[in-house]
């Protein structure tokens, strides 16, 4: 079966410094991976997607993500961390055919300190 | 501009009610699909359909039924028989096919549920 696991329920980091929000997963054949962010009372957004096209997946507002089979990992990052980046961050995984049925990670919260 | 629509954004019912969110999409996506949103718990699905007049349960059914008369429509009803039904209720539908596109969900802003 398929599981996401996020390191870490909230992380803080300072403007400007560098964000990384861990996440592994588990999957019995070669996946599609997501990450997604929520704003407060907001709906889902998508950050970026991996779907076998090259390991380093570029996302929208500056955020990438680099997948790791030998490390069963997917972990997004940003250089340099601004004030708007704060909100929830969610992992998810796919299997390859299975229509949109994904299963998520438990988010982490993005603080950033001015 | 295409998207989904959740109503209400806000809503608030006593014990033993039944309450219905709807969810509208103008996307042209087959599948829908019905999530809720506990704090430190992620999302988990509740039901989800990939064609009209066809639904499947998810992994926290038991309280909510769905229906899909029209690919459009994918409404959700609370009944007074989900246990803890105050969350945050989540709409998202995504395109047809096997390709990765399909895995792509697009969510509505949600609606969230106090039952007092």
């Known amino acids: 079966a398929q599981s996401v696991t996020q390191l870490g329920s909230h992380v803080s980091v300072s403007e400007g410094a560098l964000v990384l929000l861990r996440c592994n997963y588990s999957?019995?054949?070669?996946?599609?991976l997501f990450w997604y962010v929520q704003y407060p009372n907001q709906g889902l957004q998508l950050l970026l997607k991996?779907?076998?096209?090259?390991?380093l997946v570029k996302g929208i507002n500056g955020f990438e993500a680099e997948f790791k089979k030998s490390e069963t990992s997917f972990h997004l990052t940003k250089p340099s961390a601004h004030m708007s980046d704060a909100a929830e961050y969610f992992c998810a995984v796919s299997e390859r055919g299975s229509q949109g049925n994904l299963i998520f990670g438990k988010g982490t919260k993005l603080s950033v300190k001015p | 501009d295409g998207g989904i629509t959740q109503s209400p954004k806000y809503l608030f019912r006593k014990e033993g009610q039944n309450v219905t969110l709807s969810c509208e999409q103008n996307?042209?996506?087959?599948?829908m699909y019905w999530y809720r949103q506990d704090p430190g718990q992620g999302l988990r699905l509740i039901y989800y359909s990939q064609i009209v007049n066809d639904f499947q349960k998810g992994d926290i059914a038991e309280g909510y039924s769905v229906s899909r008369e029209k690919k459009e429509s994918f409404p959700l009803t609370v009944t007074s028989a989900q246990k803890n039904p105050t969350a945050f209720y989540l709409c998202a539908s995504s395109g047809a096919g096997a390709g990765s596109g399909a895995n792509v969900l697009t969510f509505g802003a949600g609606s969230r549920l106090t039952v007092l």
């Open positions: 991996y779907t076998s096209a090259a390991t």
């Open positions: 996307l042209n996506h087959d599948a």
């Open positions: 999957s019995s054949v070669p996946p599609y």
